[in-house]
T-cell receptor
């Protein structure tokens, strides 16, 4: 079983819609969770971090964490063409981050 | 400007050759990391260093070596023992824990 799994893409959404990205993790003791955005050919950039159960909102992005279900999600509201990228879920395990394979999102104009 | 620089942007390796990827940061970060990214896969940790003159193996250290002689520099050598080196290599740094990692622009390594 992979440490971090993300729903397979690609995910295509119309402009203005909500994009929903899911991530599950295997280590029950993980405490810190992150979403990175990576444009094609570029390096990842951190867009959200979440540490407690519930929702965390930052602009058009909302991260949701459910530790009991070992599940993290990212919602992108009012999706824009500039949101077209690969989104990586990362989970802290002791000294390192474990990354999922990523979900590629395409926003259709 | 503060940040992380990686060079070169593209690197070509011949069979049996060792190559070194450069990573420099002027953020005064203590910790530095090297990741490898293959198409359709997430980032995998090769080596990390939390302090000068100390570094630890990550999940896929075989065929790689590093040094940390200066706080701002963490070069990665891909040795001839690494049989499948073609990948996108990313260097990152953080001021302390892994939570606030900042990534460099990456080096794409190709085999001739």
């Amino acid at each position: 079983q992979k440490e971090v799994e993300q729903n397979s893409g690609p995910l295509s959404v119309p402009e203005g819609a909500i994009a929903s990205l899911n991530c599950t993790y295997s280590d029950r003791v993980s405490q810190s969770f992150f979403w990175y955005r990576q444009y094609s050919g570029k390096s990842p950039e951190l867009i959200m971090s979440i540490y407690s159960n519930g929702d965390k909102e930052d602009g058009r992005f909302t991260a949701q964490l459910n530790k009991a279900s070992q599940y993290v999600s990212l919602l992108i509201r009012d999706s824009q063409p500039s949101d077209s990228a690969t989104y990586l879920c990362a989970v802290r395990n002791d000294y390192k981050l474990s990354f999922g394979a990523g979900t590629t999102v395409t926003v259709r104009a | 400007d503060g940040g992380i620089t990686q060079s070169p942007k593209y690197l070509f390796r011949k069979e049996g050759q060792n190559v070194t990827l450069s990573c420099e940061q002027n953020l005064n970060h203590d910790a530095m990391y090297w990741y490898r990214q293959d198409p359709g896969q997430g980032l995998r940790l090769i080596y990390y260093s939390q302090i000068v003159n100390d570094f630890q193996k990550g999940d896929i250290a075989e065929g790689y070596s590093v040094s940390r002689e200066k706080k701002e520099s963490f070069p990665l050598t891909v040795t001839s023992a690494q049989k499948n080196p073609t990948a996108f290599y990313l260097c990152a740094s953080s001021i302390g824990g892994v939570e606030t990692q900042y990534f460099g622009p990456g080096t794409r390594l190709l085999v001739l």
